[in-house]
């Protein structure tokens, strides 16, 4: 059953897109909506009068608009023999009708498949928006497969996890949530608490003071498991989730010619940072994304983790505007990565600028100093925290991976559990703990029934918002946005 709210959402256009990625052998371009047969009956030949639904059909794509101009201008047909409106080839294609209510959308869905690459889809898919399609939004079918009732929220946000998935584990945590592991756990939790809820609105509506003090009694650890429970999963974004969806993040900070774009380069082992023997090379923030494997000695979990490597603008006494504004990205880039690394250059050593460097940084963020140059001759002995490496030579770079990961173990340590991924999920599911634990000390406080329901009614809300059964249409834009066309 729909909620209220998304029924009035229910389009009746029809909707087109290229649905594959770019540089495939085959591709695919998908309409969904009411118009979707009849926009296949002009695109596709022979259109089957018998078609039936989810079965393929071999045959091709064709444009009205190639056609007429082609003979207009009279050079693919010399002799004037073709009628005028003769359709151009565009390919050969597969096609098959997904009809409604058996679809991904629900709707009416065409899919066409033909040869990839970027020219042939693009002209398959204007021969549908020819035909009476409408340039499908980014993650609209999605959002209607959500509208038609085809999958909760929470699998409507895995599908775009899946899609952007980086490694295995990324993906398999996708498809448990993809399958309604999370929005079936989240569904009985909302259930118990909508019983917890109806408790408390039944002595709002018919006190009773011996039945009442009962009900109390009973809904306190009740109260409790659930808050706890959910609270605890809406942890596991920070215990695992994040670092799985998104991989860790690392700042490097430090001076100028302290070997940042140096170490980075020696992580991933590759020239993907320009370095520069002169200060100053670095004006904005670079980031680079490298996969941490097995061979780093890392622990089960963080096998094929995702490790981006954020250089920050070196600090520098008489920086130009420029670096100054690069340097202000840095800071705020620094805003929600996992762990900081302090390189220095151990021919200088720790300094002032250092100090003032970890004082900019936000406050509760972890840092490992990293002792960089250890191969100079001119290299001072590190101070016993300190890592000593060589961006230079490679030495010391395995200690340094290390250490970073059993420094981020806590993060990584997610045997098979259910994981929150998305921001949003976790964010959602913190304020329904919130306001538990409101209506808990409410409860203990012995305060009025109606403050309690309250609570205890918006921590509902908030786990509708969870699965897609409370929601408002800015928030569906939201999520949506962040999808790709054709997803
Ligand atoms: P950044 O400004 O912190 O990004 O520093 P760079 O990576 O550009 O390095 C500054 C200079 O130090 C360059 O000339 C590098 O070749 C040199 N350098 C960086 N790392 C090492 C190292 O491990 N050993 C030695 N001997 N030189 C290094």
């Known amino acids: 059953e729909l909620p209220f709210m998304t029924q009035q959402l229910v389009s009746s256009r029809t909707i087109a897109a290229i649905a594959t990625g770019s540089g495939g052998g085959v591709g695919i371009v998908r309409v969904s909506g009411p118009q979707a047969l009849q926009i296949g009956q002009k695109v596709c030949a022979p259109w089957p009068s018998d078609l039936l639904s989810h079965h393929l059909y071999l045959g091709h794509a064709h444009s009205q608009r190639l056609g007429s101009q082609a003979s207009a201008s009279g050079t693919s047909d010399p002799q004037g023999t073709a009628p005028s409106s003769l359709p151009a080839r565009i390919d050969q294609v597969l096609f098959a009708v997904m009809r409604a209510p058996h679809s991904y959308t629900g709707e009416d869905v065409l899919e066409i498949h033909g040869h990839g690459g970027a020219i042939t889809l693009h002209l398959i898919l204007e021969a549908c928006l020819d035909a009476g399609a409408d340039s499908a939004a980014p993650g609209e079918f999605t959002r209607r497969a959500f509208l038609a009732g085809k999958l909760d929220l929470t699998a409507a946000e895995a599908v775009a996890q899946l899609v952007s998935a980086q490694s295995v584990s990324a993906a398999r945590q996708a498809q448990r949530q993809l399958h309604g592991e999370l929005g079936r756990v989240v569904a009985e939790l909302r259930r118990r608490l909508t019983v917890l809820l109806g408790d408390f609105e039944g002595m709002l509506d018919f006190p009773d003071l011996d039945a009442d003090t009962e009900v109390l009694a009973r809904a306190q650890p009740e109260l409790a498991a659930l808050s706890a429970r959910i609270s605890s999963l809406a942890s596991t974004f920070h215990r695992g989730g994040k670092a799985l969806s998104r991989g860790l993040e690392l700042a490097l900070l430090g001076k100028t010619n302290a070997g940042k774009s140096s170490l980075i380069n020696a992580l991933c082992g590759s020239e993907r940072v320009l370095v520069d023997a002169r200060p100053g090379t670095t004006r904005d923030f670079v980031e680079v994304r490298t996969q941490w494997g097995s061979e780093t000695g890392s622990s089960q979990g963080a096998q094929d983790l995702t490790v981006t490597l954020i250089d920050t603008a070196g600090e520098r006494e008489g920086a130009t505007d420029l670096e100054l504004a690069g340097m202000r990205l840095g800071r ?78 806590p993060q990584l340590e997610h045997d098979d559990e259910l994981l929150i991924v998305s921001e949003r999920q976790a964010l959602t599911l913190q304020q329904c703990t919130e306001a538990l634990k409101q209506a808990q000390s409410a409860l203990a406080l012995k305060a009025e029934v109606e403050v309690i329901a309250a609570e205890l009614r918006t921590a509902a809300l908030r786990l509708g918002e969870l699965t897609g059964d409370e929601i408002t249409p800015g928030v569906l834009d939201s999520i949506f946005a962040r999808f790709c066309i054709g997803k």
């Not at 972890?366 to 030579?393: F, M, R, T």
């Open 332 to 409: 705020q880039r620094w805003q929600g990565v996992d762990l900081a690394l302090l390189v220095v250059d151990g021919t200088v050593g720790m300094g002032p600028e250092e100090s003032a460097l970890l004082a900019l940084r936000p406050p509760a963020l972890p840092y490992l100093v990293v002792w960089n140059k250890s191969d100079h001759q001119g290299c001072l002995p590190p101070p016993a925290e300190a890592i000593a490496c060589s961006a230079l030579c490679g030495w010391g770079l395995p200690e340094l991976r290390r250490q970073v990961l059993q420094r981020l173990a």
